[in-house]
């Protein structure tokens, strides 16, 4: 059996673009220096960014998760000082001042437990009337794990396995309640755990809170395939949108899923102008103050494993290979085959004639949509027609007002060609992103 794509069977000018809000936090691509930024810990700022976002009628709104600061060089990452406060709090405080929009999670399988996330989950589910979605991560990084009593002790190899089983175990859990509310005792029997008892919560009112997964890798695809509602990608160029999407929705067969099934949202940002040569010039000074010059040295020093304070942002690329296996930097992930990286790197910097500044500007900047309201709405409109995308995560470069443009100027642009709700039509987060109910098991 072929699996059909969304578009061929809605017909090009029917596919719905689907919306998600980012909240920024300590991500690197926040301009902290803009007057309008304010603080990544206040429930202010997140109940205003989720506000714009449920005002935009987007999806859902989703926050990041870190579970220990970061160090560069020994020293706690600049951007971590303040904290970063846990996402299943905040999102529980968010539901009392939101009505409709999808509350999303992230939070680590490596490092909790089964029945306790399954629990805290449930729960801002049944307080939200049915908005809950989970963010699964996982993590063999012993820098993170030390913070825990396991401690970093599990194995690269065995992330997916232990996320696969954590998944499947809380629906076990959320599926133990009968219809008519009686409470029936569970019992899982797996290599990762092996747990038994009563769940404490009726079922969600979702059944099951939505699972999304974040990853480009080939497990990481793999895994959504089989579990998630939602993968959060990357991807640069509108040709190799198409081949992601391509490859992840043929996956989903295999498994006895529907292209429908699985919904494929790139994390992306956007910049406008009244003209295109305005938004080119206000992408331009964003990228500038993203990347100082000590963030573009930081960011060299993530690749090349090695201390390059001495360099000259100004200057050219180091002659130096990479060091693989460094330390220099915990608790994020290294960027891949960083020797490849470095030579990719080089060649864009010989090309172009750039500085390293210049080259971390142009080489490690989110995919953007730049122009005019007008003419992002027609892009982001043939991501989706074209099966690039069925939506976007917009990760907007202020906190928390960085949405407030994208809302008031593209939303009803999107609306006005018939690709964008013009109202919630159901309560719950499934029913924003048209996912059928998940059967009962048990």
Known sequence: ?????????????????????????????????????????????????????????????????????????????????????????????????????????????TFNEPYELARRLATLDHLSGGRAAWNVVTSSDAFTGENFRRGGYLDQADRYTRAAEFVATARELWDSWTPDGVSRPFAHRGRHFDIAGEF????????????????????????????????????????????????????????????DDLK??????????????????????????????????????????????????????????????????QGRTRRGDTVAIAEKWRALSKEKGLSIRQTVIEASGRQSFIGTPEAVATELHEFVTRDAADGFILVPHLTPGGLDEFVDRVVPLLQERGAFRTAYEGTTLRSHLGLSDPLRKG
């Open 1 to 109: 059996m072929t699996v059909r794509t969304p578009s061929q069977r809605q017909g090009r000018r029917g596919k719905q673009i689907h919306l998600a809000a980012h909240f920024p936090g300590v991500n690197n691509s926040t301009v902290w220096t803009d007057p309008r930024s304010k603080s990544q810990i206040e429930f202010s700022s997140f109940e205003h960014l989720a506000r714009t976002a449920e005002r935009g009628l987007f999806d859902f709104f989703f926050l990041a998760e870190g579970l220990r600061l970061r160090e560069h060089k020994g020293r706690i990452h600049d951007l971590d000082v303040v904290g970063r406060p846990e996402s299943l709090t905040v999102l529980n405080a968010l539901s009392a001042v939101t009505d409709r929009i999808g509350l999303a999670a992230t939070v680590n399988a």
């Open 200 to 259: 404490t919560l009726p079922r969600p009112p979702q059944g099951h809170p939505v699972v999304i997964q974040a990853g480009d890798s080939d497990e990481g695809r793999e895994f959504a395939a089989a579990t998630a509602d939602v993968i959060f990608t990357r991807h640069g160029t509108l040709e190799a949108g198409r081949s992601f999407y391509a490859d992840v929705k043929r996956r989903l067969e295999k498994y006895g899923r529907g292209a």
């Open 264 to 329: 494929i949202m790139p994390g992306v940002t956007v910049v406008l102008g009244d003209t295109a040569a305005e938004a080119q010039e206000r992408a331009a000074g964003i990228r500038r103050r993203q990347v100082s010059p000590q963030n573009a040295i930081l960011t060299l020093e993530q690749i090349w494993g090695v201390d390059l304070s001495s360099y000259d942002p100004d200057g050219p690329l180091p002659e130096i290979d990479p060091v693989p296996d460094t330390s220099i930097t």
